[in-house]
């Protein structure tokens, strides 16, 4: 069946960096963008950024930029995600989320969605 | 940088129609997707491209988008279906999403 099976918990101090990791199976990992998402305690959830596992290509949130890298070993179906000068406000569940859709032919408008989820990576930023 | 607001919680009882809203400047314009999440569990589409839904996803889901605001609708609602909902919505090559609505089935 198609999953996503992410990395184990994280406990990091300030200033250092995470990197967590989203390993695919049961579809064609190249295939489907790869989408990471955040959610704080008690908070709602925080678009961080995609990937595009074919060719490398990726798009940040504005909030992330500089501080967050987004790669892939396409020969093991593993996305990463590595963010950077961890803060305390870091503190949440990572989740890794496959996207399907595209660009509607008329508009233009981008209909991706996330289909398939991973359980998520919690990190925790403490001193 | 774009924003969609949802009401923080909705209320509805066993058997009647819930609805959701998420509204953002020009949203219509767009295509809107929403995901349920349910404690400690990892959110689960229930609609995409407005009116979609997934395979899987009970008849009682629908959706619709118009003018600023998209709305999930829940049919005949079952105390199954409290959760937290999400709209999301993509600005150019940016997804965001809203703040979530929590759904009370009392």
């Known amino acids: 069946q198609v999953q996503l099976v992410q990395s184990g918990t994280e406990v990091k101090k300030p200033g250092a960096s995470v990197k967590v990791s989203c390993k695919a199976s049961g579809y064609i990992f190249t295939s489907y963008d790869i989408n990471w998402v955040r959610q704080a305690p008690g908070q709602g959830l925080e678009w961080m950024g995609w990937?595009?596992?074919?060719?490398?290509?990726?798009g940040y949130a504005q909030k992330f930029l500089g501080r967050v890298t987004m790669t892939r070993t396409t020969s093991i179906s593993t996305a990463y995600m590595e963010l950077r000068t961890l803060r305390f406000e870091d503190t949440a569940v990572y989740y890794c989320?496959?996207?399907?859709?595209?660009?509607?032919?008329?508009?233009?408008?981008?209909?991706?969605?996330?289909?398939?989820w991973g359980k998520g990576t919690t990190v925790t930023v403490s001193s | 940088s774009y924003e969609l607001t949802q009401p923080p919680s909705v209320s509805v009882s066993p058997g009647q129609t819930a609805s959701i809203t998420c509204s953002g400047d020009?949203?219509?314009?767009?295509?809107a997707c929403w995901y349920q999440q349910k404690p400690g569990q990892s959110p689960v589409v229930v609609m995409y491209k407005d009116n979609k839904r997934p395979s899987g996803i009970p008849e009682r889901f629908s959706g619709s988008n118009s003018g600023n605001t998209a709305t999930l609708t829940i049919s005949g609602t079952q105390a199954m279906d409290e959760a937290t909902y999400y709209c999301q919505a993509w600005d150019s090559i940016t997804a965001v999403f809203g703040g979530g609505t929590k759904l009370t089935v009392l």
């Open positions: 989320a496959r996207a399907r859709g595209g660009d509607d032919y008329w508009s233009g408008e981008r209909y991706f969605y996330m289909d398939v």
């Open positions: 990937m595009n596992p074919n060719s490398g290509n990726t």
């Open positions: 020009k949203l219509g314009d767009k295509y």
